[in-house]
């Protein structure tokens, strides 16, 4: 079917104007004053009740509905039509032999001025025949099927109407979800796996997501799972959905999110990927930071005895030495060390090592020389360290990238 919602009338305007001009005003001017007189003739001819709205569109209401609904922007749509010239020719039509209706959404550029204006006069189960001027269609261009400057006429069945709250209700039954809970700004929150216990997100907390978004058609516009994507709760950085929404979680959880178009991207939609007035639907997963997975794995092995410093080191002494030598940055130091995973794995080793603290040795990672410094000559500590303290983002070796990590030290010499 040649659209002329979209397929047509997109190559030529742009939807969002009230029509295409062209910049001749004269030539512009008597183009709207022939199209005024075809109509009027059109009507007399056919004896048509047909009444104006002022702005050159004309209508006959062919069947009417009074306990219908009436369209209002950002409603979803199913319409039945058929275009055609003064002539009769058909120019396009939807499918009615097939039940195939279009679907629009109203109010947001993607049908003709003349139709958008037309369609809030309606009401669903209603028949209108619209008489649509040029200038409220597609102006002085010309298609293979329609001459410029011609007045279109439709005849349209407005089959139903969803509002927004309506879809996203047919999309929660239709995917079978249980809500979690639904704030005052219709914002559904679905827990799907728990997290962490009192891991709660508070604003300027750095928060790591990996989500997928989807359109309530399943569409999917967007998606993340490589666990790269952060952002800084209550700055505003995200759709408010997102913020809303995370607040709701613990670090660990796998939810959902069904957010109203409010507090997505509203009337303006993003990126050509989701249009005006799109409620969405996430399934995301709340990254555990990794101070939260330290705490944990220090929980596990019921360490009661370790401290933090500044930085987000945490430190344990298993072997003390009080009258043992502490290092300084140009102290020649002999170590040996064990790197394991949180699971255990053994993922780097080092025996009897000599460098100084401030050497560029790759042995030395900013939480060494900062945790080394803190101990004596004969003392063995075991320190944890972020990522960001340890072997950074990107994998080194055995290590994965963005991975906390257990350094066993024995600091052998100092001098």
């Known amino acids: 079917m040649k659209n002329i919602f979209i397929g047509i009338i997109s190559i030529f305007c742009s939807l969002f104007l009230s029509g295409c001009y062209i910049n001749n005003e004269s030539t512009d001017q008597e183009a709207r004053d022939l199209n005024n007189q075809q109509i009027q003739n059109y009507i007399r001819a056919n004896n048509l009740n047909a009444q104006g709205t002022g702005s050159g569109l004309f209508y006959v209401k062919t069947l009417s509905n009074p306990t219908g609904v009436v369209p209002k922007t950002g409603d979803s749509l199913q319409i039945h039509f058929t275009a055609r010239l003064l002539s009769g020719k058909i120019v396009d039509s939807t499918s009615v032999y097939y039940d195939k209706p279009d679907g629009i959404v109203l109010g947001i550029g993607t049908v003709l001025a ?239 090592i000599g460098t100084t603290l401030n050497s560029g040795s790759d042995i030395l990672t900013q939480g060494l020389r900062e945790g080394i410094q803190l101990m004596r000559q004969g003392e063995r500590w075991v320190f944890l360290m972020p990522s960001f303290l340890a072997y950074g983002n990107n994998t080194s070796g055995a290590i994965p990238g963005k991975t906390p990590v257990v350094v066993e030290v024995d600091l052998l010499e100092v001098n």
Not at 128 to 155: E, H, K, N, Q, W
Not at 324 to 351: A, D, E, H, Q
């Open 114 to 352: 003349g139709l958008d204006e037309g369609i809030r006069l309606m009401r669903t189960g209603e028949r209108m025949t619209f008489l649509i001027p040029s200038y409220l269609a597609i102006g002085g261009r010309a298609s293979t099927y329609i001459p410029p400057y011609s007045v279109l006429i439709y005849d349209l069945r407005l089959i139903s109407v969803k509002t927004e709250e309506q879809q996203i209700t047919e999309f929660i039954a239709r995917k079978g979800l249980t809500i979690t809970s639904t704030n005052s700004d219709k914002l559904r929150y679905i827990k799907s796996m728990p997290g962490s216990v009192g891991a709660n997100i508070y604003d300027g907390n750095i928060t790591n997501v990996n989500y997928k978004g989807t359109l309530l058609n399943d569409f999917v516009f967007d998606s993340k799972s490589d666990s790269t994507f952060f952002f800084i709760a209550g700055q505003n950085q995200v759709i408010k959905g997102w913020e809303q929404g995370i607040k709701l979680t613990t670090e660990g959880e796998k939810f959902y999110l069904i957010i109203p178009s409010s507090l997505a991207y509203g009337a303006s939609g993003s990126s050509g990927r989701i249009p005006p007035y799109a409620p969405l639907f996430f399934e995301m997963t709340h990254i555990k930071s990794q101070r939260r997975r330290i705490i944990e794995y220090v929980a596990t092995q019921t360490w009661n005895d370790t401290t933090r410093t500044n930085s987000g080191l945490y430190t344990r002494k298993i072997a003390v030495n009080p009258s043992g030598r502490m290092p300084t940055l140009s102290s020649s130091i002999r170590f040996s060390y064990v790197v394991t995973l949180f699971n255990g794995t053994v993922v780097k080793t080092g025996t009897n």
